[in-house]
């Protein structure tokens, strides 16, 4: 775990009806596990638009970076760079989307929203909102080439 990319795989939780827990917020309760399938299974889980949402900011990463390191840890979809750590993680809550640049402070401009930790800048992303597409390709060029979260 020296580039802060790994993990175990394990099955993700489920209703007695088959589907995925949502926890508070609607954020999918997802097993932890490193690659493209827990991330998709996370995606999948998604409640109502914000499935889309995340469809499309994945295909968005992958189209960036396309070599970029995927994970579901602490029921998030992380985004990394191997060597480097993670750069990007994504929560769902009630009402948005969270984004969270690890190094975000480092970023120009920087994602709008300030967090607790020093480093870190949050993006949010609400159900009627417009994208604008090419400030997240610039965040996420940007912050895939400084090194990253590495828990």
């Known amino acids: 775990m020296a580039n802060g990319i790994s993990g175990k795989t ?21 097993a932890k596990g490193d690659g493209d399938a827990p991330v998709q ?5 998604m409640p109502g638009w ?3 949402a995340g469809q499309r900011l994945d295909a968005l990463i992958d189209r960036t970076l396309p070599d970029v390191r995927k994970a579901v840890k602490w029921n998030s979809p992380l ?7 993670w750069f990007l993680g994504v929560h769902c809550f009630t009402r948005y ?21 020093k ?4 993006f949010h992303i609400h159900e009627d909102d417009v994208w604008d597409e090419d400030q997240l390709v610039d ?3 940007q912050a895939a080439q400084v090194p990253g979260w590495v828990p």
């Open 10 to 30: 394990g099955a993700r939780a489920k209703r007695a009806d088959g589907a995925p827990v949502l926890l508070s917020g609607g954020n999918p309760q997802i």
């Open 119 to 122: 480093d870190t800048r949050y």
């Open 50 to 52: 914000k499935r889309d």
């Open 97 to 117: 989307i969270k984004l969270a640049f690890f190094r975000g402070a480092q970023l120009q401009p920087r994602p709008p929203v300030a967090s607790k930790d």
């Open 79 to 85: 985004y990394g760079v191997e060597g480097q750590g």
């Open 41 to 45: 299974a996370y995606i999948a889980a």
């Open 139 to 141: 965040w996420i060029r």
